[in-house]
């Protein structure tokens, strides 16, 4: 199982911050936390219920982590392995990650795939999202994948989509006369772009669309 210690720094002072697998104890704790960080008009059917978390600790507890400052859980991320066909890279978050039931996880993937991430509001100038897609990474290297992969939301696009067309939006906050709040958040883990999916989620800020984004493991042989 996974467990790490490190310091996060609040108001200039370093805290003690532990990342490790969630478990049974943590799901009303973990459910809290999606209610607080994914408001409307994020669906709220999407927030994780008891059933999906119990898959994740029991199909695959290695892509389910948590963050706690102080004994009290802050953030979570979670993932499953699979095989991804880059020829067809077109697909929806349901589909891929099984409406986060997770059930098609497949042991033998190479590529660990991001199911969520998030955490709460009050905690997010701790670069704990940061420091929970490091720790997944080191599951990468750990497990000896090829890569880390994922799509990510474009909530800002909305402002711009009546001037800008999707790739003219992600060239400019890859370039960096704009800002994302998730595109830009992934850019700064670590993360490259490689393309657009389109009706990926039901996601009226990004246009139903995401970005798909990957962390290559750098001692795999690409």
């Given at each position: 199982m996974y467990r790490k210690e490190v310091y996060v720094f609040q108001e200039g002072k370093p805290v003690k911050t532990v990342v490790r697998n969630?478990?049974?104890?943590?799901?009303?704790?973990?459910?809290?936390?999606?209610?607080?960080?994914?408001?409307?008009?994020?669906?709220?059917?999407?927030?994780?219920?008891?059933?999906?978390?119990?898959?994740?600790?029991?199909?695959?507890?290695?892509?389910?982590?948590?963050?706690?400052?102080?004994g009290e859980i802050v953030g979570s991320i979670t993932g499953l392995l699979v095989d991804f066909n880059f020829n067809q890279p077109n697909h929806t978050w349901e589909e891929i990650t099984d409406h986060g039931y997770i059930r098609n996880h497949n042991p033998k993937g190479k590529t660990l795939y991001i199911v969520d991430i998030c955490v709460k509001p009050a905690h997010r100038k701790l670069d704990l999202g940061k420091l929970l897609m490091q720790s997944m990474y080191e599951r990468v290297v750990h497990d000896d994948l090829v890569r880390l992969l994922g799509g990510g939301r474009m909530p800002g696009?909305?402002?711009?989509a009546k001037v800008l067309t999707l790739e003219q939006y992600v060239e400019k906050v890859v370039e960096g006369e704009?800002?994302?709040?998730?595109?830009?958040?992934?850019?700064?883990?670590?993360?490259?772009?490689?393309?657009?999916?389109?009706?990926?989620?039901?996601?009226?800020?990004?246009?139903?669309?995401?970005?798909?984004?990957?962390?290559?493991?750098?001692?795999?042989?690409?």
């Open positions: 969630y478990q049974k104890k943590d799901f009303q704790a973990l459910i809290a936390i999606q209610r607080e960080s994914f408001p409307p008009p994020f669906p709220s059917a999407l927030w994780w219920n008891e059933e999906q978390l119990t898959n994740h600790v029991e199909l695959y507890p290695q892509g389910a982590l948590c963050v706690e400052i102080n696009y909305h402002w711009h704009l800002r994302d709040p998730v595109i830009s958040f992934l850019l700064r883990c670590g993360r490259t772009p490689v393309c657009l999916i389109p009706n990926y989620l039901e996601d009226e800020e990004s246009l139903n669309y995401a970005l798909l984004m990957e962390w290559k493991n750098p001692f795999e042989n690409q």
